[in-house]
């Protein structure tokens, strides 16, 4: 059974409503890339929760206007190169906390994954115009990607 069911389930219902294939919203990966994510936890010194490496392992990046997620592209080789790592690296250099990952830009705050144990993966906001201010959103990956896919069905 799949763990994230519903999570896809609702995907595939956006993409049928849309009109649009996974893989024109995605750039889906074209093998495993787990050794990519791998190298991104021990770059950034992090443990990334089930759930987004879920989302890493079958979509890879991307998204609609609603959802639009850093991650890792389908054609890089090389982790620096990636959305997520390239974006994480922009905002510790603008004063992120380094237990943040960030997954989506939304104008002056950055959507993040709280990667501090005790947090489990927890979503939140962050903005360095706002004196660095973090604002929870969802308690994991899964809850804030399911309440987009809920906004569109």
Known sequence: MDTYKR???LL??????????????FDMPQKDNTNLILQFEKKFEVKLPEDYKFFLLKYGSGGM??????????????IDMCTVSLMTSEYRKKGMPNNLVVIEY???YITCIDTLK???????????????????????FEEYFIEKLEDYV
Not at 65 to 78: Q, R
Request: aromatic letters at 10%.
């Open 106 to 108: 939304d104008g002056d």
């Open 12 to 25: 595939e219902q956006v993409c049928l409503d849309e009109g649009v294939e996974l893989n024109e919203i």
């Open 7 to 9: 999570f896809s389930d």
């Open 118 to 140: 005790e947090n489990k993966g927890q979503i939140v906001t962050w903005s360095w115009l706002d004196n660095g201010k973090i604002v929870e959103k969802a308690d994991n």
């Open 65 to 78: 206007e609603n959802f639009d997620y850093f991650g890792i592209e389908s054609k890089k080789c090389n």
